[in-house]
T-cell receptor, first 113, second 113 residues
Framework: GENVEQHPSTLSVQEGDSAVIKCTYS??????FPWYKQELGKRPQLIID?????GEKKDQRIAVTLNKTAKHFSLHITETQPEDSAVYFC????????????FGKGTHLIIQP | DAMVIQNPRYQVTQFGKPVTLSCSQT?????MYWYQQKSSQAPKLLFH???????NEADTPDNFQSRRPNTSFCFLDIRSPGLGDAAMYLC????????????FGPGTRLTVL
C-alpha cells in the first residue's frame, strides 16, 4: 500500500518569510497529490493539488512541486501571514483495497509575528 | 451552501453501545468516503462507496460498517464502540474514483464513555 512521509512535523517561521513542507510517497502508481490545511476542530480544506503529469503548480502565495522520479512533492508558502498558522497535510491518492487518500502525518506551521 | 453535511456534529456514546453517524451530500457525487481522525493524527481512510459498490480498507476493523441507501446518504455504523474509537469521523465525496478533488464534511466528533 501507499506510505506518505511528511517533514517537518513542526515549522516555525517569521511573518513574511517563506515556509516549505516536504513529502515523499512510496507507490509510483499514485497520480494525485493534494495539500490540505486544517485548523483546530475544523475540516481539512484543500489549498492546492497537483496531478502526476505536471511538475509545478502555483496559486498566488502557494506553490507545489512534484518530482515523480524521486517520488517527492513539496508545498511552498511565500510571504507568510498569521492566518497561515494551521496544520498542513500532504496526501497521495492510492488505488487498491479502498481507493482513497493516504495522508502524511501533518506539519504544524506556526507564523511568528 | 452546505455541500457535505454530517450529523450529529458531536456524538457521545457508551462503551459497547452501537452508534450511527450520518453523512449527506448535495453534490450528486458518485463516491463517498469515511475517514477516521484521532487527536493530533492524520485522517485515515476506513472505506468508500463508488455508487453502491463498497470498498473496505484492509485494516479497517470489523466493528466498523457502512451503508449507502441512495446517492445522497451514507452512514457509518460502529457496532460496539471502544475507548480507542473516540475520534473525529470525516465524510468526503468526489465525482469519481479517479484522481478527483475530495470535498470534506465538517466531521462528527465521537466521544466514548
Amino acid at each position: 500500500g501507499e506510505n506518505v512521509e511528511q517533514h517537518p512535523s513542526t515549522l516555525s517561521v517569521q511573518e513574511g518569510d517563506s515556509a516549505v513542507i516536504k513529502c515523499t510517497y512510496s507507490d509510483s502508481a499514485s497520480n494525485y497529490f493534494p495539500w490540505y490545511k486544517q485548523e483546530l476542530g475544523k475540516r481539512p480544506q484543500l489549498i492546492i493539488d497537483i496531478r502526476s503529469n505536471v511538475g509545478e503548480k502555483k496559486d498566488q502565495r502557494i506553490a507545489v512541486t512534484l518530482n515523480k522520479t524521486a517520488k517527492h512533492f513539496s508545498l511552498h508558502i511565500t510571504e507568510t501571514q498569521p492566518e497561515d498558522s494551521a496544520v498542513y497535510f500532504c496526501a497521495a491518492f492510492k488505488r487498491g483495497g479502498a481507493d482513497g487518500l493516504t495522508f502524511g502525518k501533518g506539519t504544524h506551521l506556526i507564523i511568528q509575528p | 451552501d452546505a455541500m457535505v453535511i454530517q450529523n450529529p456534529r458531536y456524538q457521545v456514546t457508551q462503551f459497547g453501545k452501537p452508534v450511527t453517524l450520518s453523512c449527506s451530500q448535495t453534490l450528486n457525487h458518485n463516491v463517498m468516503y469515511w475517514y477516521q481522525q484521532k487527536s493530533s493524527q492524520a485522517p485515515k481512510l476506513l472505506f468508500h462507496y463508488y455508487d453502491k459498490d463498497f470498498n473496505n480498507e484492509a485494516d479497517t476493523p470489523d466493528n466498523f460498517q457502512s451503508r449507502r441507501p441512495n446517492t445522497s446518504f451514507c452512514f457509518l455504523d460502529i457496532r460496539s464502540p471502544g475507548l480507542g474509537d473516540a475520534a473525529m469521523y470525516l465524510c468526503a465525496t468526489s465525482i469519481g474514483d479517479r484522481s478527483d478533488e475530495q470535498f470534506f464534511g465538517p466531521g462528527t466528533r465521537l466521544t466514548v464513555l
